[in-house]
């Protein structure tokens, strides 16, 4: 692998063996300036590769924790992939110890279909991905694994109201010599791996949630990462009911996110 040398913005480390703890304290005001720009830089690049690309395709694992009642953090695990069409085309396949589900968006219906259910709902969102990301987020409550990085101008999206950013340097993600860049703002911390090199992907992206009990995180890890500047052919994204699912009411589409619908939010379950 080749490594791309630069400087780094280290924090020093002080190891506590009685309590196992790593106690992680900033460095100086001048290492913090560089590594910042440094890092921005390395996002930037990152968001611009990714904005001139407009077909992509990755498969994923993703990791998402839960803390219950008694402080017990419990980890659910799904793979999935996705394939983009820039503007108006997605497809995203997921399956966990939960469910098997397969979303499709071909600019003008969402299709979401429960394989393990044999069911499917379609609704009206005619629009682009990134419309569609919204909706998923906001009114149905769907989210898209690392829809942050799917959305046109991730720079701008990702770096809003940071307030803390580090370049931590080199890392490995599945094969692949990463630049390791840390951030955080009033809500969050996150981390992401993006590959060195021509074609700068991101490998890992990792979510803090700093503010709830325990601070769980959520991850997506990529791998079989593809691009390119070319168009995607809009047959790739129709729906066939291959299976002669019955369709239904989304509500009917019991167990269909990371975090299935026996796991109650704040609730006694």
Request: aromatic letters at 8%.
């Amino acid at each position: 692998m080749k490594r791309i040398t630069r400087n780094v913005m280290w924090p020093s480390v002080v190891a506590l063996p009685s309590a196992l703890l790593l106690i992680f304290v900033l460095g100086s005001p001048s290492g913090a300036t560089a590594g910042e720009a440094e890092a921005k830089a390395l996002l930037k690049s990152m968001s611009d590769y990714l904005d001139a690309q407009k077909a992509i395709s990755f498969a994923y694992d993703s990791n998402l924790e839960v803390v219950t009642k008694q402080h017990q953090k419990l980890l659910l695990a799904s793979s999935g992939k996705i394939e983009l069409g820039r503007p108006d085309k997605i497809r995203v396949a997921r399956t966990g110890g939960f469910a098997d589900v397969e979303m499709v968006f071909d600019g003008k219906t969402l299709t979401v279909l429960g394989k393990n259910l044999n069911l499917y709902t379609q609704v009206d969102v005619p629009g682009t991905v990134e419309h569609l990301v919204d909706e998923l987020r906001e009114k149905l409550d769907k989210p898209i694994p690392g829809a942050d990085l799917l959305l046109p101008h991730v720079f701008d999206e990702l770096i809003a109201d940071v307030v803390d950013v580090k370049d931590l340097g080199s890392g490995v993600i599945g094969g692949t010599e990463c630049d390791h860049l840390a951030f955080r703002n009033k809500d969050v911390d996150w981390q992401i791996w993006i590959a060195q090199g021509g074609h700068p992907y991101p490998c890992r992206y990792v979510v803090t949630a700093v503010k709830v009990d325990r601070a769980p995180q959520y991850s997506i890890q990529i791998r079989d990462w593809k691009a390119s500047d070319a168009d995607v052919a809009a047959d790739d994204f129709s729906f066939n009911n291959t299976t002669g699912a019955k369709k239904a009411d989304l509500k009917e589409l019991n167990d269909i996110d990371e975090l299935p619908a026996h796991f109650a939010v704040g609730g006694k379950k």
